[in-house]
């Protein structure tokens, strides 16, 4: 079966960095548009960035552009977020999602906090 699974959150201040992980299995990965999507408390899901199979579509939200860089290693199966300059405002749960071929995303991780306060 499909998993997702998040890891790398954590507590930062602003202006430093994390790196995000998404570990997928029971699906081939290299096929598939992968996407970051995250929710403020309180907030409905806004969605980050998204990279296709083979890495050759890149995009990010206006919000993260600049800061945020999208990477995949399809040999390890392995989705990555880094995220640099962090701001009190990237504070958020983040899920890594599968990308459904007709729209929208059929799968997802639990998701993992990240949380930047001074």
């Known amino acids: 079966q499909v998993q997702l699974v998040e890891s790398g959150g954590g507590l930062v201040q602003p202006g430093e960095s994390l790196r995000l992980s998404c570990a997928a299995s029971g699906f081939t990965f290299s096929r598939y548009y992968m996407s970051w999507v995250r929710q403020a408390p309180g907030k409905g899901l806004e969605w980050v960035s998204g990279k296709s199979g083979e890495g050759g579509s890149t995009k990010y939200a206006e919000s993260v552009k600049g800061r945020f860089t999208i990477s995949r290693d399809n040999a390890k199966n392995t989705l990555y977020l880094q995220m640099n300059s962090l701001k009190p405002e990237d504070t958020a749960v983040y899920y890594c999602?599968?990308?459904?071929?007709?729209?929208?995303?059929?799968?997802w991780g639990q998701g993992t906090q990240v949380t930047v306060s001074s």
């Open positions: 999602a599968k990308d459904h071929e007709n729209g929208g995303y059929d799968y």
